[in-house]
């Protein structure tokens, strides 16, 4: 099976309330603050990542490996709203990388990059990743 | 004449991008029970049985007009020939299936009704095919001529970020080598193309979205245009800064040469070219336009290749022989270069197709591209806007405010940075908001985020290396620049 690297939109970056090891980083209570959202249904702060609604239930239906879902507080930064009029984001999850990259539909390469298999992408490709940078993966 | 509903007609459409197309006459139908037959019927009688499905073929091929529409997102130059072809196939199996039903009155009620429909949603398609065109030519002009600006020393912001997001990226050569980029006309001619198939491309994605939102492919394509003459409208809007919209009519006869609006225009079917003004002038301009590009053009040889770095031999004879893009053709003859150095921001001086070359001897005004090495100071305070406005009190409302070295740094690094140097002047960038800060702000995050990956404990002086490398690569939207 192919396995293809993935860079999601960045939208915001941790906000004051992520509680987080650092060295390498490990986070362990996710705060997600918006700077600024281009609508794209999955998004990164790295390592972590967010994933809209009705994108967890297409993982869920697919029964993609690899993922865990939690709680994300999400906030909006001054910044984003001098971009945006409103607040108005899709419902977000914490979507928590747990597989290896190349053997789960969701890993974590060496680097901590997301890498997910053909099918995780088939689902991913139908909701708006258009943002993403989408490369094949070489281990 | 049976009156027939388009699917279509409840959408409220544009008066300008969809105006209520002339009707072509058709006869009417007998009454059901009349006894006057007509003495030449409309139908002709078939000479060969049509194929069985020939009929739902024709609907098929019908129905899929709105769908071409949609095309005109994966590029303008695709999309034209496959819409003439379209409507050709039309005509075929709409005469096949209507010749198979011989005079029978419903397959003329039906016929009537098809065709009414058919002509309408062709009427559509014409329409909203000159709305692109006339959208988007001027858009592509504009992003054309702002590049030349920015290359020559002004602003061109906008056309940078658009070059950029475009497939094949031909700010990439530009970025790695911008004053020979500058020199050369033929990048600029396929970074017009490239606006044309990036532009398309992002109608698609609008369309795309739009239908999964659940509306009809028509109002999706609509929206989609609509997004794209926004883009336009913003990019012109930015000439109010002082871009050069004045040498845009100039740029007119070198972009429609470009190999995707030349053979999308001819193309084309004639009717469209004579309803769009723009596109007659157009035409105008490419029958004016330089006959050496003119001649290339039919050349089969017109197959761009990918691009290389600049050949050794430039400097050695002041002029670039070759476009590195096409290094298998004969030299441009172009006329010697009427280049006005150094220009103030947002000047640069191209007329018709000679775009200027620099001479060795003419230094060229490309942006400076190498801001001073960033550092860090002390903020006097944690409110790093209120910092930023008392320094640059003009640039109150015109900018952003953002962090060189990004805020999460004190969280993703502890004890690496203080607040105090975070929040400082010196880390303090402000970028225009007319440079579509949506597009870059992702994208210095992006190569943040990258940095972070790459980089899990860096040490101050490498976050400075990289805050610089930032400043590099977006001084050009940054003001005050750094």
């Known amino acids: 099976m192919n396995y293809y690297l993935i860079k999601p939109e960045v939208a915001g970056g941790y906000g004051d309330d992520t509680v987080c090891d650092t060295r390498p980083i490990v986070v362990h209570k996710l705060h997600y603050e918006f700077f600024g959202w281009m609508g794209d249904d999955l998004i990164t702060s790295f390592p972590s990542f967010i994933a809209s609604d009705r994108l967890v239930r297409l993982i869920l239906e697919n029964h993609l490996t690899g993922t865990a879902i939690a709680d994300v507080k999400v906030t909006f930064s001054r910044e984003y709203f001098s971009s945006f009029k409103k607040a108005e984001v899709p419902f977000f999850h914490w979507l928590k990388i747990e597989g290896t990259a190349g053997s789960e539909d969701f890993g974590y390469s060496p680097k901590r990059r997301l890498v997910v298999s053909e099918k995780a992408l088939e689902v991913l490709r139908k909701v708006n990743i258009h943002q993403a940078d989408i490369e094949p993966y070489n281990p | 004449m049976p009156s027939v509903r388009s699917p279509y007609s409840d959408i409220v459409q544009h008066p300008q991008l969809f105006p209520s197309p002339a009707r072509i006459p058709y006869p009417a139908p007998l009454p059901p029970n009349s006894p006057v037959r007509p003495r030449v019927s409309p139908i002709p009688k078939p000479t ?21 529409l949609g095309n005109v997102v994966s590029g303008l130059g695709s999309f034209f020939p496959s819409l003439g072809h379209g409507f050709a196939f039309i005509g075929d199996t709409m005469g096949g299936a209507i010749a198979g039903a011989t005079n029978h009155k419903a397959a003329q009620a039906r016929y009537l009704a098809a065709a009414d429909d058919h002509y309408n949603r062709q009427s559509d398609a014409e329409d909203t095919l000159t709305s692109t065109i006339q959208g988007l030519v001027p858009g592509s002009f504009y992003d054309l001529a702002t590049a030349a600006g920015d290359a020559a020393g002004g602003q061109g912001g906008q056309a940078r970020r658009t070059l ?163 290094p298998d053709r004969p030299p441009v003859n172009l006329k010697p270069p009427t280049y006005q150095a150094p220009a103030p921001a947002g000047a640069f001086s191209i007329s018709g197709a000679d775009v200027p070359r620099h001479p060795d001897n003419v230094s060229p005004t490309v942006i400076d591209s190498s801001p001073p090495r960033a550092t860090f100071g002390n903020a006097p305070r944690k409110e790093y806007r209120k910092t930023y406005f008392a320094a640059n009190p003009t640039a109150k409302g015109e900018v952003f405010v953002h962090h060189g070295a990004e805020q999460q740094i004190l969280k993703l690094y502890p004890g690496l940075l203080t607040p105090a140097k975070v929040h400082s002047i010196e880390n303090l960038r402000g970028i225009l908001k007319e440079h579509n800060n949506k597009v870059h702000l992702s994208q210095i995050r992006r190569d943040w985020d990258d940095y972070y990956a790459n980089n899990p404990d860096p040490t101050e002086d490498e976050l400075l290396d990289q805050v610089t490398k930032t400043d590099q690569k977006y001084n050009w939207a940054y003001w005050p620049r750094k």
């Not at chain 2, 060969?48 to 071409?68: D, E, H, Y």
């Open chain 2, 48 to 68: 060969n049985p049509p194929a069985s499905n020939a009929w739902q073929n024709s609907l098929n091929t019908i129905q899929s007009i709105p769908s071409g």
């Open chain 2, 164 to 326: 950029r997001s475009m497939p094949g990226n031909y700010l990439n050569a530009w970025e790695t080598d911008p004053a020979s980029a500058t020199l050369n006309t033929l990048p600029l001619l396929d970074g017009g193309g490239n606006i044309f198939k990036g532009l398309g491309s992002r109608l698609t994605e609008d369309g795309i979205a739009n239908d999964v939102a659940g509306n009809t492919t028509r109002a999706a394509v609509s929206r989609g245009l609509g997004t794209g003459f926004t883009k336009v409208g913003g990019a012109l809007k930015y000439t109010a800064r002082g871009g050069p919209i004045g040498q845009l009519a100039d740029h007119g006869s070198a972009l429609l040469t470009s190999k995707v609006v030349k053979p999308a225009i001819t193309a084309s079917s004639r009717a469209v070219i004579k309803a769009a003004p723009t596109i007659a002038t157009g035409l105008h301009m490419l029958k004016d336009a330089d006959p050496v590009l003119r001649t290339r053009l039919k050349a089969p040889s017109y197959i761009p290749s990918p691009v290389r770095p600049p050949t050794p031999d430039i400097k050695s004879n002041g002029f670039r022989p070759t476009s590195p893009q096409f």
